[in-house]
């Protein structure tokens, strides 16, 4: 079976523009998380989704959405990016009653000038 | 103070050694612990859970201490490929993980 999938791999932007990440969960998985990873941290949480509504939020500004499509898939939109939103975003799947068990996918490195 | 710290490292050590991490955590109300291997430029990945006192896979060992409210990785007769970052994290609510910013291990020949 295929794991979490993203697109794009990488992404170069200028400050001011937006943009859409996008994940696709493992087969089976209904809930998918945001996580932020900027160089020497750790992942941050940005958002979590299950069965399409939005279950947790972590501490970022309104500049940052997302939403979770009848096939489990989400996007993550930024908009106004700023030269601090260059990181590594990570999408993560879970199954339900995995007690909290979440598998990544292979990231989006966005850089924003 | 952070929610989840680690000691970052580098961490140097030969082939063959045990070396331990160490992970504490600030919500004694956490349930669940994992721990995940990064290699660099790449997505973390899980490497163990832990929700009771331990958990043992091989040449890998946690262990719990919620007395202590920290979180430990063992790792015996290290390879040259377990050269990574090593993250913590701890539940922080429903699929909501709260990292450290992880220890880099470096093993040389």
């Known amino acids: 079976d295929a794991g979490v999938t993203q697109s794009p791999t990488h992404l170069i932007k200028t400050r001011g523009q937006h943009v859409t990440l996008r994940c696709s969960p493992i087969s089976g998985h209904k809930s998918v998380s945001w996580y932020q990873q900027v160089l020497g941290q750790g992942p941050q949480f940005i958002f979590q989704y299950y069965e399409k509504e939005e279950r947790g939020r972590g501490n970022f500004p309104d500049r940052f959405s997302a939403r979770q499509f009848p096939n489990y898939s989400s996007e993550l939109n930024v908009n106004a990016l700023l030269l601090g939103d260059s990181a590594l975003y990570l999408c993560a799947s879970s199954s339900a009653g995995a007690r909290d068990t979440q598998y990544f996918g292979p990231g989006t490195r966005l850089t924003v000038l | 103070r952070k929610e989840v710290e680690q000691d970052p490292g580098p961490f140097n050590v030969p082939e063959g050694a045990t070396v331990a991490f160490n992970c504490t955590y600030s919500?004694?109300?956490?349930?669940?612990f994992f721990w995940y291997r990064q290699d660099c430029r790449k997505e973390p990945k899980l490497l163990m859970s832990?929700?009771?006192s331990g958990n043992e896979d091989g040449r890998f060992t946690a262990q719990l201490n919620r007395a202590s409210q920290y979180i430990s990785l063992l790792i015996r007769d290290s390879k040259l490929s377990d050269s990574a970052t090593y993250l913590c994290a701890t539940s922080g609510g429903y699929n909501k993980l709260i990292f450290g910013a992880g220890t880099r291990l470096a093993v040389h020949p």
């Open positions: 919500n004694s109300a956490s349930q669940s």
């Open positions: 832990v929700y009771s």
